[in-house]
């Protein structure tokens, strides 16, 4: 499936059917689009599972359409307040996932012009509550390659500070790097109509918007997050993949990352992140190639601080004790600060 969890399919989706499978969500992590990194963070799976499966059961309350099926216990499909104790697996619908055709140095769309329903729209969807330092978006503005009104702004914002309102962002998933999209391009590469493209980010703000009154119980700032989006085969919209995670989100206490943005904090100050981003200026489908060598591996307290951090969360934001004896969220991050 990926670089952090697995997907075993149980019955494939058709053109007209979708179907059905299990994601297994494993301990790795990725960040900076490396793929698989070399630590794996003890109890994620569980914690990222069990979160995700608290929002989607969110959503269902909501009436927001959508691909959870249920999380798994002893082979049966369960509600997260159901389980007996933690799982690492979620059962979902399958839509199709169609693949842009890979031409000359960039990809070609088209076939999203032609499909009717039943697949993955070929997008990531970010919401954008806060620019904090180093955002990439913050860096196309100060850049030119955004403009603060093409975001209904009308100064360019500082960093960290909280926006006006929050915005929504565009960027490829089916490509081999992630790459920035206006919305007119999103709405080009995915065969989007108007309607649609404006049920789809009314759908985002307000997941968004439930997502922040969970955290914000615990004293953190909802930053900002991705979703996906699929359509049915009656070409109705419905949220995939998962959400709400500290792997999906940015969210921060006082300025301290409750995320997997603490990882990349650590990683920004090697010399292998320094690589990485010269390799993809260089050439954006096949940089990995040009890194030498690869990371290496996170202080031991520092992994074992992310993992409790994780398990954190997942007790706190669903108020139950999923993972005994673990410290109180805000003690860990405290902590967390002298390797950021």
């Not at 299990?22 to 689009?33: A, G, H, L």
């Not at 979620?90 to 329903?117: C, H, K, T, W």
């Not at 649609?196 to 615990?218: C, N, V, W, Y």
């Not at 109180?328 to 967390?336: A, D, I, S, Y």
């Amino acid at each position: 499936m990926g670089s952090v969890k697995d997907l075993k399919v149980i019955i494939p989706p058709e053109e007209n059917s979708m179907g059905r499978g299990r994601f297994y969500f494993s301990d790795r992590y990725s960040v900076f689009d490396w793929g698989e990194m070399p630590d794996h963070i003890p109890y994620k799976g569980e914690s990222i599972a069990i979160l995700s499966g608290y929002f989607f059961e969110k959503l269902n309350e909501r009436g927001i359409e959508n691909h959870y099926v249920g999380l798994v216990e002893d082979n049966r499909v369960k509600s997260w307040r159901q389980l007996k104790g933690p799982t690492n697996i979620m059962e979902v619908q399958l839509v199709r996932v169609i693949r842009p055709r890979a031409v000359n140095s960039g990809y070609d769309y088209s076939v999203f012009r032609q499909l009717r329903g039943n697949f993955l729209l070929p997008l990531e969807v970010i919401y954008r509550n806060t620019l904090s330092q180093g955002s990439s978006l913050l860096k196309r503005l100060q850049k030119g390659e955004v403009t603060p009104q093409e975001l209904g702004l009308q100064n360019a914002p500082e960093p960290g500070q909280r926006l006006p309102h929050p915005i929504i962002d565009f960027s490829t998933k089916l490509e081999v790097t992630d790459r920035y999209l206006k919305e007119t391009e999103a709405l080009e590469i995915a065969g989007l109509s108007e309607e649609e493209m404006q049920g789809l980010k009314s759908m985002a703000l307000e997941m968004d918007t439930i997502i922040t009154e969970e955290i914000e119980r615990l004293g953190l700032q909802n930053e900002d997050g991705k979703f996906e989006f699929g359509f049915s085969p009656a070409r109705t919209l419905m949220v995939v993949d998962v959400l709400g995670t500290l792997d999906e989100c940015r969210f921060t206490y006082n300025g301290i990352p409750v995320s997997k943005e603490i990882a990349r904090m650590y990683y920004r100050k090697t010399d292998w992140y320094i690589q990485t981003e010269e390799a993809k200026r260089v050439n954006r489908q096949n940089w990995k190639a040009l890194v030498k060598g690869g990371p290496e591996p996170l202080p031991p307290r520092l992994k074992e601080l992310i993992s409790l951090i994780y398990r954190a969360c997942t007790n706190e934001i669903t108020g139950r004790e999923w993972f005994p004896e673990v410290p109180p969220l805000r003690e860990l991050l405290e902590e967390v600060r002298e390797y950021i």
